[in-house]
């Protein structure tokens, strides 16, 4: 099959669910207003809540949300065939991911920017909340941690990448200064922060950054993860106009113009998808693709993490409440892009059948450098980038989405620390905030793996946890449209379906992590498991509790 069916069926689907789904949930469901005040005028103060531009919110939600995993995710799946990997990403885009971030965002702006954590208080009881917050907080973990280490081995893999990656955090703070300060308009800054971020790149691709094999006492790896670290908590000390959303939003378009060239390879180059649609040969010890193919495909079809960040940060930004539909559904229409392309790279980058074979001879060996081989090629055969320039940029473009995801889950896990002190009845400020979320990243880092690559040891729960929250946060959304007396349907229907996926993947990594005498794993997953099981009970609960005609407007969360 040609690769340019694929993308062309797979952007129009996208497109008719952004332009007519959208619609009918914004206009029908959540009903938005124009009038509406959202927190960030009505809570402003300058730091985290700000009244932002849609465009640039949607860069920084956009690129908050799609770090790696968009790209790993599809590059593992398609080792059941490229079929059910575009189907779930397509159709999960459209129906789960743009409801689920949507909803979330939404939800948030109408509860005075509160997250999904400490609206579960509010809409389904005391100890679902308390539960809810452990699941954030381990989620986050998870990604802050694991983040790191996957930047890490690309910036040692591709040191090419060096130079652009770090550039662009000079590049973001001077758009902040020139948009906020000087008050420029938003087309100079684009026009020229993007054209900087490509000299970067070509620059790279020419001067190479190898660090020596020790630095300060550490592996190249370490060094790189230890910095890492120490930007993230800067970024996230920072108020948000300085630099997460002007590098969000300068990183966007960088990174939607680096699509729009993938896109332009695949076109013009017309590949040939070597993969099979469905792989009914696939090799030992892979797992069942129902229910793995929804756990291992979260970013790119439907995930929790969106629900954080846009009821974490995002929300404390949006200018009017009708740009929700904007940011949020666009939003994941954005990384259900990613993807596509992540699809595309993985099954159609290859010369042939056997090639392909040769990187999917165990699950998993397809990952982010099958994303880089293979996206590579496309861009040499279809556009005649030099190869080394054409890694380059995807790299960066691999790098750049974790990067920006890491500061955002850093700041959103200060946010979860913070309310976990709320609730405990004292206060803690920023800095102590950070630095405890910080220190708790860096000792699964650190302590369960000397050279910093510790935060792999819990991935493999990923998957299954951001689903389950991707579920419960649209529990919460249920709940409050319930109560509203609006038709839950249409969040309750994904919400049946990723409960349900999540669960039986629990269950079934339960004996996996049993079988290979893993139990810290096998802990984490009862743990996991349990605080699903009983916040999902409580939002039933919540949910009947909800139909009581006498609900109250401030119940149903009227603003």
Known sequence: MNAIALLLVGLGV???????????????????????????HTLRDGVDYVPTNRFVLWGHHFTSVAGAAPIVGPAIAVIWGWGPAFLWVVFGTVFFAGVHDFGALWASVRNKGKSMGMLSGSYIGRRGRNLFLVVIFLL?????????????????????????????????LVIGQLIYRVKMGLLWPSIGGVAVLYALIWIGSAYPIVLPETVLGMSAKSFWIVLLFLYAGIASLLP???????????NGLQLFLGLGILYAAVLIASPTIVAPAFNDAVPAGTPSIVPLLFVTIACGAVS??????????????????????FVG???????GMLSLAAIICCTAGFATLVDWQAVYSSFG?????????GGEALLTSG???????????LATMAILFAATTMDTGLRLQRFVVQEAAELAGFKVGTLLGTVVALAVCMALAFGAGSDGSGGMVIWPLFGTTNQLLAALTLAIVSVILIKKGRNPVFTMVPLAFLLVMSLYALVVQLGTFYDDGNWLLLAMDIVILIAALWVALEAVIAMARGRDPNATAAEAGEG
Do not use: C
């Open 240 to 250: 948000v106009w300085v630099l997460l959303q002007p590098r969000d939003y300068i």
């Open 140 to 172: 986050l973990l998870m990604v802050n941690a694991a983040f790191a280490v996957v930047i890490s081995n690309l910036l040692v893999s591709t040191p090419s990448a060096v130079i652009p990656v770090w550039g662009a955090i000079l590049v973001a």
């Open 329 to 335: 559904y666009f939003g994941a229409v954005g990384e």
């Open 14 to 40: 996208m497109a008719l669910g952004y332009f007519f789904y959208s619609k009918f949930i914004a206009e029908k469901i959540y009903r938005l207003e124009a009038d509406f005040r959202t927190p960030a």
């Open 383 to 393: 556009l005649g980038l030099p190869e080394n320039l054409g890694a380059t940029m």
């Open 365 to 373: 060996g397809g990952n982010v450098t099958a994303f880089v081989n």
């Open 304 to 325: 929790g993490f969106h629900g954080m960040v846009a009821s974490g940060t995002t929300s404390k930004q949006l200018d009017k409440e009708t740009d929700a539909r």
